[in-house]
């Protein structure tokens, strides 16, 4: 079964940085796209990137010019680098594999939290 396990979140002041990892097992990682999203508390969850089995990235505009997302095929891990934080980035972090149509197709894992608060 495939398993997807999110780190790197935390409290961080406006400005701020994190690198958010999501490791992923169950599944040969090297053919699937992968996707970071976010669930703020009262809204749904949001695509925030996404990334093909080809390393190419696609953003969403809130994350545009200040996100970067990157996979290591040889780790199973996707990563989510994200800058310039702002109040509005608060939200529990999850990744998960997606097809093209945004169909995602792993039981989502327990998410980390990112804080952005001064």
């Known amino acids: 079964q495939v398993r997807l396990v999110e780190s790197g979140g935390g409290l961080v002041q406006p400005g701020g940085s994190l690198k958010l990892s999501c490791a992923v097992s169950?599944?040969?990682?090297?053919?699937?796209?992968m996707g970071w999203y976010r669930q703020a508390p009262g809204k749904q969850r949001e695509l925030v990137a996404s990334?093909?089995?080809?390393?190419?990235?696609t953003y969403t505009d809130s994350a545009k010019g200040r996100f970067t997302i990157s996979r290591d095929n040889a780790k199973n891990t996707v990563y989510l680098q994200m800058n310039s934080l702002k109040p509005e980035d608060t939200a529990v972090y999850y990744c998960?594999?997606?097809?093209?149509?945004?169909?995602?197709?792993?039981?989502w894992g327990q998410g980390t939290q990112v804080t952005v608060s001064s």
């Open positions: 169950g599944t040969i990682f090297s053919i699937n796209a």
């Open positions: 990334i093909t089995s080809r390393s190419t990235p």
């Open positions: 998960n594999i997606r097809d093209s149509l945004g169909t995602t197709f792993a039981p």
